[in-house]
């Protein structure tokens, strides 16, 4: 059964660091693009980050860029997310994803963070 | 504000026919297709229609998806309680090179 599972949210303060963990089960991990998308409270969902099925191209939005990193650990099935320098506005549930031909066809149920 | 609108709610009653709409841009729905994503606080997100029209495998065909230029919209029939979510458009912006979703449609059953 395909199932993505994030962990790593938590209360911190601004300025500070944080990893949060997406970990795979079900599927072929190699054959996917993995995405993180957030949701702040009571507004709507928000791409952040996406990495390539070789993991070799990443996107990030502009909101995050410089301050998020995004990665893959192929032997571990998980997928990260680096945050730094967190902010108020980096308060959200955090969500992952996968996509090949299906963009964001399987989601994670979220981790949430607050700043 | 996000790049890509939808109306806040629609609501109706058991039975009826809604339908959602994404306004967007010349790149990002007139160029891309677009997926509808249905949403329960507390839960993930779940794809519903991809490649604009493709309904996933599970969904009713009560479900339907539609694109004309810049818009996209999204139809529900025979509307039952168990549609009551959030429904987000998402698509890729091939100009800005990010993926953009909707504001998000609160679906009410009366």
């Known amino acids: 059964q395909v199932h993505l599972a994030e962990s790593g949210g938590d209360v911190v303060r601004v300025g500070e660091s944080l990893r949060l963990s ?5 599927f072929d991990v190699d054959d996917y693009a993995l995405f993180w998308v957030r949701q702040a409270p009571g507004k709507g969902l928000e791409w952040v980050a996406s990495v390539s099925y070789d993991g070799r191209d990443k996107d990030y939005a502009a909101s995050v860029k410089g301050r998020f990193t995004i990665s893959r650990d192929y032997s571990k099935n998980t997928l990260y997310l680096q945050l730094s320098s967190l902010r108020p506005d980096d308060t959200a549930m955090y969500h992952c994803a996968r996509t090949a031909d299906t ?3 399987v989601w994670g149920q979220g981790t949430m963070v607050n700043v | 504000q996000s790049v890509l609108t939808q109306p806040p709610s629609v609501s109706a009653a058991p039975g009826q026919t809604i339908t959602i ?3 967007g841009g010349s790149s990002n729905i007139e160029k891309n297709y677009v997926s509808w994503y249905q949403h329960v606080p507390g839960t ?3 794809l519903v229609i991809y490649d604009t029209f493709r309904r996933r495998s599970g969904i009713p065909d009560r479900f339907s998806g ?4 810049t818009s996209a919209t999204l139809g529900i029939s ?3 309680p168990g549609d009551e979510a959030t429904y987000y458009c998402g698509t890729r912006d ?3 090179r990010v993926w953009l979703f909707g504001g998000g449609t609160k679906v009410t059953v009366l």
Request: net charge positive.
């Open chain 2, 78 to 80: 025979g509307l039952q």
């Open chain 2, 66 to 69: 539609s694109k004309s230029g």
């Open chain 2, 21 to 23: 709409s994404c306004s």
């Open chain 2, 94 to 96: 091939s100009s800005l």
């Open chain 2, 44 to 46: 993930a997100p779940k």
């Open chain 1, 103 to 105: 963009p964001f066809d």
């Open chain 1, 22 to 26: 997406c970990t795979l089960s079900g």
